[in-house]
């Protein structure tokens, strides 16, 4: 008797253990990975409103204002540090949809925009509206615009590196970016 009360003993005590350190396994697996770049742009602050979005960033405050539509046609960038407001208007035909905070780039210094510009094709005697998506790279601090960009470049995401990567094998620098933007 002495023995098998033993050997339930010795079995409760190595199933016990083995529940422990598997229970410790599952706490180590679900602490979640974070990244440099997720720690960085979770310090994004955005508002929301029907007429605007306002993103604060470490150095900079984005406004995005005149919506038509959830799409806005102006934007306001606010240096912190100088209190200075620089704005951004877009041409007639153009507008900026929403953006999120994987649109920034790791250092926030720099914003993929996503842009509709809206015209008329007229053909004959018919007329129908058009609208045509391009992503257009923003320079917050100098406030320049890159040229318009379409299909798979638009397709991207910012590394740690603040580089445009578009597959393993095509990575854009952001002076490469710039390099022939418009102001």
């Known amino acids: 008797m002495k023995l098998a009360r033993l050997f339930l003993m010795f079995f409760i005590i190595t199933q016990s253990c083995k529940q422990t350190s598997k229970d410790a396994k599952v706490v180590v697996k679900s602490k979640p ?18 007429d605007s979005i306002v993103f604060d960033l470490e150095k900079y405050i984005v406004y995005f204002v005149k919506s038509k539509k959830e ?15 620089n704005r951004l208007d877009t041409k007639a035909n153009m507008c900026f949809e929403k953006n999120t905070i994987e649109d920034f780039s790791p250092n926030q210094k720099y914003l993929l925009l996503h842009s509709i510009e809206k015209g008329i094709l007229e053909i004959d005697s018919n007329k129908e509206e058009v609208e045509k998506y391009y992503c257009i790279f923003f320079d917050i601090e100098n406030m320049k615009l890159s ?37």
């Open 33 to 50: 990975r974070v990244e440099k770049k997720s720690q960085k742009l979770k310090e994004i602050d955005i508002k929301s409103s029907t």
């Open 71 to 85: 799409c806005w046609s102006t934007i306001k960038v606010q240096n912190k540090i100088s209190n200075k407001i």
């Open 147 to 183: 040229e318009k960009n379409t299909d798979l470049f638009c397709s991207g995401e910012w590394n740690n590196l603040n580089e445009w990567i578009i597959s393993e094998d095509e990575k854009y620098k952001v002076e490469e970016l710039f390099g022939n933007g418009t102001d």
